[in-house]
């Protein structure tokens, strides 16, 4: 009867607290799994403190602006030293603070005199020390003038900076010719702000009257860029003069607008472009005219302007005759003279109260007589229009057929001259002036903007400002994704899921069926006489040669729990 070797193990329950799932699932976990879930939780952590914390920054604000680089420092130290947080902005141009702390933070340097670059008015009247000299005086009140100028110049819109500079003479009432005061002003604008004529007259006008006897002709404007904003002294501009040039061109742009507001309703707000040109004279005209009229006219009365008289005899003189008396003593009358008629003959002496005269005797007489004289001057204004010229443009019209289909079509000449005639009306056409207007029907070019040339959504400026924006938030989202997915994740489905657990048993009898050659690697060297676990082991293979069903029976009743027989 063969005998079979049966090696027995003997398992005995051990008895240990009970775990929970999360416990059991991480004592499971080998050494690299649980490093693994741990730093993913710590970095995921991490992650969302930095998210927490950066979506709660501080707006921030603008605390001063164009500052130099010694006040710049001055104001960076000191903020320093409060503990205030601040950063640069616009190239460091700008120093920010948190919104809430703008106000206090300026009070507070302002209290210790920061920024010193301030412009500074008739404060510094009040610092005046004892033993100023009057020049020292002078001075300071000539500083805080240009400071106070300086400052009301700053509240225009337009100006970011000014600078103001006067020139006050010393006045002396010895002197029989004073110097009249004058003054400079730098102004800095606003990047694509300027001023105009009225706004540049505004301030030449305000520093002219802040200061005593300074005539507006003696104030100088001058920009950043070193053009001359103010006119000159001689009020006389060399060549094409500014104020001139811009009255045509509000001329040409009124006619203009008048033409493209009449079209307009008819053809469609880009369907008409129009450009007029006017030719102004502003030469000034001053004509003196001297007219000499004869007096025509038997009614007119001459005036006598001058009388001579000569006379010139020989030989006896006439006895007086006639009766004593007044009437024989009267003096000759007036002579007259016709205005058209003939003249009386001259020399020839008349005989008067009767009486022949002997010898002989030349009289001769010269009468002026005042003449009509007409003085006319005449002195005509400046900037007449010459001459306009119109040129408009009208677009073809535009009609859709049954299909649906856009077609273009020239406008009826009847309808193109009555369109003319509008312009006409509108520009005050005056064919004597030498007026012109031309109007053509034509099909407008439309240039088609093709995608290519279109810059690509992510190179426009305003979506590179968002992508910036939300770069920080979609970058901390998804690194905060990454690790939860791919280290937090993996480690919580081995802790939930834990592997299935083989349920101990009874002492079972263990048969080891070896091979013929086994290897035992480190073993050593078998010694010649054979060991009890020897000889089981030969009787187990002899078993396996000799009856394999049996051995297949045991292997079969170890694997379905069940004793053996």
């Given at each position: 009867?063969?005998?079979?070797a049966v090696a027995?193990l003997?398992?005995t329950?051990t008895t240990?607290k009970?775990?929970?799932?999360?416990?059991?699932?991480?004592?499971?976990?080998?050494p690299?799994q649980?490093?693994k879930?741990?730093?993913?939780?710590?970095a995921?952590?991490?992650v969302?403190?930095a998210?927490?914390f950066m979506?709660r920054?501080p707006?921030?604000r603008?605390l001063?602006a164009?500052?130099?680089?010694k006040d710049?420092?001055?104001?960076?130290?000191?903020?320093?030293?409060m503990?205030?947080p601040?950063?640069?902005?616009?190239?460091?141009?700008?120093?920010?603070v948190?919104?809430?702390?703008v106000?206090?933070?300026r009070l507070?340097?302002?209290?210790?005199?920061l920024p010193?670059?301030?412009v500074t008015?008739?404060?510094?009247?009040e610092?005046?020390?004892f033993?100023m000299?009057?020049?020292?005086?002078?001075l300071?009140f000539?500083?805080?003038l240009?400071?106070?100028?300086?400052?009301?110049?700053?509240s225009?819109?337009?100006v970011?900076?000014?600078?103001v500079?006067?020139?006050l003479?010393?006045?002396?009432?010895f002197f029989r010719?004073?110097?009249?005061p004058?003054a400079?002003?730098?102004?800095?604008?606003?990047?694509?702000r300027?001023?105009?004529r009225?706004?540049?007259?505004?301030?030449v006008?305000l520093?002219a009257?802040s200061?005593?006897?300074m005539?507006?002709k003696?104030?100088?404007?001058?920009d950043?860029a070193?053009?001359?904003?103010?006119?000159?002294?001689?009020?006389?501009?060399?060549?094409?003069?500014?104020?001139k040039?811009?009255?045509?061109?509000q001329l040409?742009q009124?006619?203009?607008?008048r033409i493209?507001?009449?079209?307009?309703?008819?053809?469609?707000?880009?369907?008409?472009?129009a450009?007029?040109?006017?030719?102004?004279?502003?030469?000034?005209?001053?004509?003196?005219s001297e007219?000499?009229r004869?007096n025509?006219?038997?009614?007119?009365?001459?005036?006598?302007r001058s009388?001579?008289?000569?006379?010139?005899?020989?030989?006896?003189?006439a006895?007086?005759?006639?009766?004593p008396g007044?009437v024989?003593n009267q003096p000759?009358?007036?002579?007259?003279a016709?205005?058209?008629?003939?003249a009386?003959?001259v020399?020839?002496?008349?005989a008067q109260?009767?009486?022949?005269q002997?010898?002989?005797?030349?009289?001769q007489s010269?009468?002026?007589y005042?003449v009509?004289?007409t003085?006319?001057?005449v002195?005509?204004?400046?900037g007449?229009?010459?001459r306009l010229?119109?040129?408009?443009v009208?677009n073809?019209?535009?009609t859709?057929?049954k299909?649906g289909?856009?077609?273009?079509a020239?406008?009826p000449?009847e309808?193109l001259e009555q369109?003319?005639?509008l312009?006409?009306?509108?520009i005050?056409?005056?064919?004597?002036r030498?007026?012109s207007?031309n109007?053509?029907?034509?099909?407008f070019?439309?240039e088609k903007t093709?995608?290519?040339?279109?810059?690509v959504?992510?190179?426009?400026?305003?979506?590179q400002?968002v992508?910036?924006?939300l770069?920080w938030?979609i970058?901390m989202?998804?690194?905060g994704?990454l690790?939860?997915l791919?280290m937090?994740?993996?480690?919580?489905?081995?802790i939930?899921?834990?592997?299935?657990?083989l349920?101990a048993t009874?002492?079972?009898?263990l048969?080891?069926?070896?091979?013929?050659?086994?290897e035992r690697?480190?073993?050593?060297?078998?010694?010649?006489?054979p060991?009890?676990?020897?000889l089981?082991?030969?009787?187990?293979k002899?078993?396996?040669?000799?009856?394999?069903?049996?051995?297949?029976n045991?292997?079969?009743?170890w694997?379905?729990?069940e004793a053996p027989a």
């Open positions: 009867m063969s005998t079979t027995e003997d398992i329950p240990a009970p775990r929970s799932a999360f416990g059991e699932g991480f004592a499971r976990m080998d690299a649980k490093v879930l741990g730093v993913g939780a710590l995921l952590i991490a969302a403190l998210f927490f979506g920054q707006e921030w603008v001063y164009n500052l130099g680089d710049g420092g001055a104001v960076v130290a000191q903020l320093s030293q503990n205030v601040y950063k640069h902005a616009e190239g460091g141009q700008a120093i920010m948190p919104a809430d702390k106000h206090d933070t507070r340097l302002a209290s210790q005199g010193k670059g301030s008015g008739f404060e510094l009247m610092a005046n020390r033993g000299t009057q020049f020292q005086e002078r300071t000539q500083r805080g240009e400071g106070e100028l300086t400052r009301s110049i700053q225009l819109s337009s970011a900076s000014a600078r500079h006067l020139a003479p010393n006045q002396n009432g010719e004073q110097q009249k004058s400079s002003v730098l102004l800095t604008l606003h990047a694509g300027t001023l105009d009225a706004q540049v007259a505004g301030i006008h520093v009257s200061v005593p006897e005539n507006p003696a104030v100088s404007i001058v950043d070193g053009s001359l904003l103010s006119s000159p002294p001689d009020g006389q501009a060399q060549g094409a003069d500014t104020q040039l811009q009255y045509v061109q040409e009124l006619y203009t607008r493209l507001d009449m079209l307009e309703p008819l053809v469609g707000r880009n369907n008409v472009k450009q007029v040109s006017a030719e102004v004279d502003f030469s000034q005209v001053e004509s003196t007219q000499h004869p025509q006219g038997a009614d007119t009365t001459a005036t006598v009388t001579q008289t000569l006379e010139d005899g020989s030989g006896a003189r006895q007086p005759s006639g009766v007044a024989s000759p009358a007036t002579g007259t016709p205005i058209n008629g003939a009386a003959p020399g020839v002496a008349s109260n009767g009486t022949d002997a010898g002989n005797m030349r009289r010269v009468v002026n005042e009509d004289k003085v006319k001057v002195r005509e204004s400046s007449q229009v010459r010229s119109a040129a408009v009208i073809h019209r535009t859709l057929d299909a289909k856009e077609t273009t020239a406008i000449p309808q369109m003319t005639a312009v006409r009306e509108t005050g056409f005056n064919r004597e030498g007026d207007v109007l053509v029907n034509a099909a070019n439309v093709s995608e290519a040339d279109e810059a959504w992510w190179q426009q400026p305003a979506n400002d992508m910036r924006s770069a938030p970058g989202v998804g690194l994704l690790l939860l791919g937090v994740r993996p480690g919580l489905k081995l939930k899921n834990p592997a299935p657990r349920e009874a002492v079972q009898p048969s080891a069926v070896l091979n013929e050659t086994p690697p480190g073993l050593p060297m078998p010694s010649n006489e060991t009890p676990e020897a089981r082991l030969s009787d187990a002899r078993l396996a040669l000799e009856n394999p069903a049996a051995v297949a045991i292997v079969k009743g694997v379905n729990g």
